[in-house]
């Protein structure tokens, strides 16, 4: 099992920024990809930013130069700094873990916490 437990959210005014975290803890395996997820009521989930277990990082295209995701050495945490944040930012963002445990596929779920922008 795997827990996720996200920090950081909350109110911000355009322009500003917010850093999310989400720590990992229990069985994760060396090659667990992380992710960053958002959504808002009546649309799809969207991909923010991806890591996967080589540390390879990539983003949504609305995201590109905005925002940034980043792990620290142990794997087990990672962050979303986000800058320069506009209202369609407002959403649920939620930390994802995926990983394989011999052939079986695993995948995790924060609980979510709520970006809003607004002034």
């Known amino acids: 099992q795997v827990r996720l437990v996200e920090s950081g959210g909350g109110l911000v005014q355009p322009g500003g920024s917010l850093r999310l975290s989400c720590a990992a803890s229990?069985?994760?395996?060396?090659?667990?990809?992380m992710a960053w997820y958002r959504q808002t009521p009546g649309k799809q989930r969207e991909l923010v930013a991806h890591i996967n277990g080589a540390g390879a990082i990539s983003y949504g295209d609305p995201m590109k130069g905005r925002f940034t995701m980043s792990r620290d050495g142990t794997k087990n945490q990672v962050y979303l700094q986000m800058n320069s944040l506009k209202p369609e930012d407002t959403a649920v963002y939620s930390c994802?873990?995926?990983?394989?445990?011999?052939?079986?596929?695993?995948?995790?779920w924060g609980q979510g916490l709520q970006v809003t922008v607004s002034s």
């Open positions: 229990g069985s994760i395996s060396g090659d667990a990809q």
């Open positions: 994802n873990l995926f990983q394989f445990v011999g052939t079986s596929a695993q995948e995790y």
